[in-house]
C-alpha cells in the first residue's frame, strides 16, 4: 500500500533561516506528489505538485520541493523563512490511476523571531 | 469565486443524535471526497464519490455515510454519533484523480465534538 512519511512533527526554524521539511514515500513506481499547507482554522491549500517533467517544482510563497526518485524523496524547502510561514504542512501522494490521495502526518512548522 | 463550502464549520452533539454536515463545491468537479484529521494520524479517507450516484468507501467509513445526488453536492451523515467521532472534518474536490495531477480543493472545515 502507498505510504508517506513526514520526518519530524514539529520543526523550528529562525525568521530568515531555511525552511527544509522532509517527505518520503514508499511506491516502486513514481507517484503523483504533492504539498499542502494549513493555516490555523482553515482547510488546506495546494503548495505545489509534482507530476512529471522537471523535477525541481516551484510553488507558492517562494516554497520548491525536488522529487528525488533515488531517495524516494519529495522534500519542502525555502531558503528564507518569514513569520507568515508557520503553519502544518502535509505531503501527499497519489499513485497513478488510482483516486486516493494518501496524506503524511504532517508537519507543524514554527518560526522564532 | 472557486470554493467548497462546508457547514456547519462547529458542531457539538451529544451521542446518538443523528447530524448532517453539509459539503457544496462550485467548479463543476466530478470528485469529492470526505477527510477527517485527527492529531498525528494525518487526513484519512472516510468515502469518496467519482460522479453523481458513484460512492466508495475510504480507509475509515464505519459510522458514516454519504449521498451524490447532484454534481455539487456531498453532504456526511452520522446516523448515530458516537464521542470516537470527535474530529476534524474537510470535503475535497477535483477534477477526475484519474489524470493523476488534479489537486484536491478543501473546504475549511468542520470541527466536530460528540459528548
Known amino acids: 500500500a502507498q505510504s508517506v512519511t513526514q520526518l519530524g512533527s514539529h520543526v523550528s526554524v529562525s525568521e530568515g533561516a531555511l525552511v527544509l521539511l522532509r517527505c518520503n514515500y514508499s511506491s516502486s513506481v513514481p507517484p503523483y506528489l504533492f504539498w499542502y499547507v494549513q493555516y490555523p482554522n482553515q482547510g488546506l491549500q495546494l503548495l505545489l505538485k509534482?507530476?512529471?517533467?522537471?523535477?525541481l517544482v516551484k510553488g507558492i510563497n517562494g516554497f520548491e520541493a525536488e522529487f528525488k526518485k533515488s531517495e524516494t524523496s519529495f522534500h519542502l524547502t525555502k531558503p528564507s523563512a518569514h513569520m507568515s510561514d508557520a503553519a502544518e504542512y502535509f505531503c501527499?501522494?497519489?499513485?497513478?490511476?488510482?483516486?486516493?490521495?494518501?496524506f503524511g502526518q504532517g508537519t507543524r512548522l514554527t518560526i522564532n523571531p | 469565486e472557486a470554493q467548497v463550502t462546508q457547514n456547519p464549520r462547529y458542531l457539538i452533539t451529544v451521542t446518538g443524535k443523528k447530524l448532517t454536515v453539509t459539503c457544496s463545491q462550485n467548479?463543476?468537479?466530478?470528485?469529492m471526497s470526505w477527510y477527517r484529521q485527527d492529531p498525528g494520524l494525518g487526513l484519512r479517507q472516510i468515502y469518496y464519490s467519482m460522479n453523481v450516484e458513484v460512492t466508495d468507501k475510504g480507509d475509515v467509513p464505519e459510522g458514516y455515510k454519504v449521498s451524490r445526488k447532484e454534481k455539487r453536492n456531498f453532504p456526511l451523515i452520522l446516523e448515530s454519533p458516537s464521542p470516537n467521532q470527535t474530529s476534524l472534518y474537510f470535503c475535497?474536490?477535483?477534477?477526475?484523480?484519474?489524470?493523476?495531477?488534479?489537486?484536491?480543493?478543501f473546504g475549511n472545515g468542520t470541527r466536530l465534538t460528540v459528548t
Open positions: 475535497a474536490s477535483s477534477f477526475q484523480p484519474g489524470q493523476g495531477n488534479s489537486p484536491l480543493h
Open positions: 467548479m463543476n468537479h466530478e470528485y
Open positions: 501527499a501522494v497519489r499513485r497513478r490511476g488510482a483516486q486516493k490521495l494518501v
Open positions: 509534482y507530476t512529471t517533467g522537471a523535477t
